[in-house]
């Protein structure tokens, strides 16, 4: 059913519409404060909260990463979808912080999941990755070439950031969210999208590389940010990307329930709102416990609002996200899952089994490799000794 109050929903021509039908995020245990930090670096609880409004963020553990967080977070998304992951056609791992240059993450995400008919890939759009990532699968569902997408903006900040570096360290947590997309005839779903770049702004916010000259690296593979620039440039374009994302879908801003920006700081919220004449309540707001995850923002935000009630079935909102490259992008969902089923024992055992598979699969491929490895070797040793003896 349709919400009466819009003019008129955006028809994609092919009929099929990209809706939203899972969610899930994780986040890892460990709690670090503004006080801990201050015992980092010289700063303190009062200049965090009132520049920033960051009260706390999360630290993967030793054994946690982009990949173990996104894997937790696909699998409650896939429990609330009630998908199996033999029924993904494609995973987008939105990331800065991948596992690898290469692999992708998401093939490992892939890999760990059992997602044996998916296509996988990573997108680095910084902390705009998860809006255009929604954005990349949406448009090959909405083409008919996939049924249903895994989307997951992920991140591991705390394993780029230099902790020494008080401007930068104080702002970043670590989490993953994730969204499962799938093809319905019904209107609504992921209705449109303005993605947006000006590289001319990539020495604001960047993490150099191997890629480098000595030179230029000062420190490789920590993060470096001009915080006030990007907190400008965030201020001029993120009211004008909504109000474009919301005019391509045919609405206004009065028909949008709730909109969920990239948390990264409380002001940037604050100044959106009040551009856009927008009570703050309509506004999702949690950085005050995780800091910025950069695109896990605001699949995380998603799910703790949907968590929390404030999503209702045909609502509109609106994810804005903005940040490296510099990128900004926003895009209007009208939500349109339905509540949380319960899933049948058979489809939880049947996915339970296929995560089990995964597993033994991945090993019997090692071992396979391994010891196909060692065959080689040992018929190598054979030749050489034959050739010896010649
Ligand atoms: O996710 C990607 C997008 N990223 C963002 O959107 C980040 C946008 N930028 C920001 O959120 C803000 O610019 C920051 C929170 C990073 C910084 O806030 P600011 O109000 O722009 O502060 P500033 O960088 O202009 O620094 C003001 C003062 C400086 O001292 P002086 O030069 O005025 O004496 C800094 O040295 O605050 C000082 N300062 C700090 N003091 C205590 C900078 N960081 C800290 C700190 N604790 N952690």
């Known amino acids: 059913m349709l919400k009466p109050k819009a003019t008129s929903t955006p028809r994609h021509e092919s009929g099929i519409y990209a809706h939203i039908i899972g969610w899930g995020m994780a986040v890892p245990d460990n709690i670090m404060t503004n006080d801990d930090i201050s ?14 409004g960051i009260k706390e963020r999360r630290i993967a553990g030793e054994r946690e990463s982009t ?23 494609l995973i987008i ?50 083409s008919g070439s996939i049924t249903t ?63 480098h000259s000595e030179a230029e690296t000062r420190k490789l593979q920590k993060m470096v940010m001009i915080g006030s620039d990007v907190f400008k440039f965030a201020n001029r374009v993120v009211d004008e990307s909504i109000r474009q994302a919301v005019e391509r879908a045919h609405l206004t801003l009065d028909d949008i329930s709730l909109i969920v920006p990239h948390q990264a700081n409380q002001r940037i ?29 605001i699949p ?9 009630g404030r999503v209702k079935a045909d609502d509109y909102l609106v994810f804005v996200g903005f940040g490296g490259g510099l990128t900004w992008a926003a895009c209007v969902v009208q939500w349109g899952a339905p509540a949380p089923i319960e899933p049948s024992r058979l489809t ?10 995964a597993r033994i699969r991945a090993r019997l491929q090692r ?24």
Not at 114 to 123: E, Q, R, S, Y
Not at 168 to 187: E, N, P, S, Y
Request: hydrophobic content about 45%; some cysteine.
């Open 348 to 357: 939880s055992s049947r996915r339970q089994a296929e995560y089990l598979l």
């Open 149 to 211: 997408a895994l989307v997951i903006g992920a991140e591991t900040m705390s394993r780029v950031l230099d902790w020494q570096d008080r401007s930068t360290c104080i702002l970043f947590g670590d989490g993953a969210g994730a969204v499962v997309l799938q093809a319905r005839t019904q209107k609504g779903g992921v209705l449109s999208s303005v993605l947006r770049s000006d590289g001319a702004g990539c020495d604001l916010l960047y993490i150099p590389t191997q890629n």
């Open 93 to 142: 791992v939105a990331t800065s912080t991948p596992e690898n240059a290469f692999p992708s993450t998401a093939s490992l995400v892939q890999d760990r999941l059992g997602a044996v008919n998916a296509g996988a890939f990573d997108l680095s759009a910084a902390c705009s990755g998860f809006v255009y990532a929604l954005d990349m699968a949406a448009q090959a569902i909405r």
């Open 39 to 52: 015992a980092i670096v010289e700063t303190n609880d009062e200049w965090i909260t009132t520049r920033t």
């Open 269 to 297: 919220i604050d100044s959106i709102a009040k551009k856009l004449k927008l009570d703050s309540s309509k506004f999702v707001s949690n950085l005050d416990r995780y800091g910025n995850t950069s695109a896990a923002s």
């Open 67 to 89: 990949t173990t967080l996104a894997h937790r977070a696909a699998q409650q998304a896939l429990l609330v979808a009630n998908v199996l992951p033999s029924g993904l056609d």
């Open 300 to 308: 995380i935000a998603l799910c703790e609002a949907v968590q929390q």
């Open 367 to 390: 071992w396979q490799r391994s010891i196909s490895g060692l065959f080689r070797l040992l018929s190598l040793r054979r030749v050489r000794r034959w050739f010896a003896r010649k």
